[in-house]
């Protein structure tokens, strides 16, 4: 007799390692649309412009992640591109799907903290204060998807969400 236990079903809770795959294809995916932005306007703006373009793919980019985001999750799939790879989905505290309103809702907490991050880094506001707390802030809602038994994060409560196996 085996005591190993079966994968969980779907519905069940996504763990931490696949959330954390399809956000990295997901990250990948945006990372080569602001790449292609910055180089564009690189080449309009000139080498004088190099700040003033990464600030702008970078508000771009931000813009487009989290349409992105709340677009795919609220959508008939549920999911990003990364989260349709790794059979996740984004859904309701009832199970069903999340609305636009929603999705953004999530969207924002989760990348609220990246953006003031990367202003910081770009821009050099507070000595990169603000983008070490932040970084807490964005490891302490990590842990909470590895630690919870619900598997949430921050967001994901905040926006009564949850992610699912699909």
């Known amino acids: 007799m085996s005591m190993a236990s079966a994968a969980p079903g779907p519905g069940a ?85 999340v609305d636009f309103a929603t999705a953004i809702q999530r969207s924002v907490v989760h990348w609220i903290f990246y953006l003031t991050a990367a202003v910081d880094t770009v821009l050099g506001i507070s000595n990169y204060l603000i983008s070490g707390v932040v970084g807490i802030a964005v490891l302490v809602s990590c842990l909470a998807v590895l630690v919870k038994s619900n598997k949430q994060g921050f967001h994901d409560d905040f926006a009564k969400a949850q992610v699912i196996r699909a």
């Open 13 to 97: 809770p996504a763990g931490f390692l696949l959330r954390l795959v399809a956000s990295i294809i997901d990250g990948v995916i945006l990372t080569i649309v602001v790449f292609v932005i910055s180089v564009i306007l690189g080449f309009v703006l000139g080498m004088e412009g190099v700040l003033i373009a990464t600030i702008v793919a970078y508000a771009i980019g931000g813009v487009l992640a989290l349409l992105y985001w709340a677009k795919l999750e609220s959508g008939k799939d549920q999911a990003t591109l990364g989260k349709k790879v790794m059979k996740i989905k984004v859904a309701s505290a009832s199970g069903g799907a």
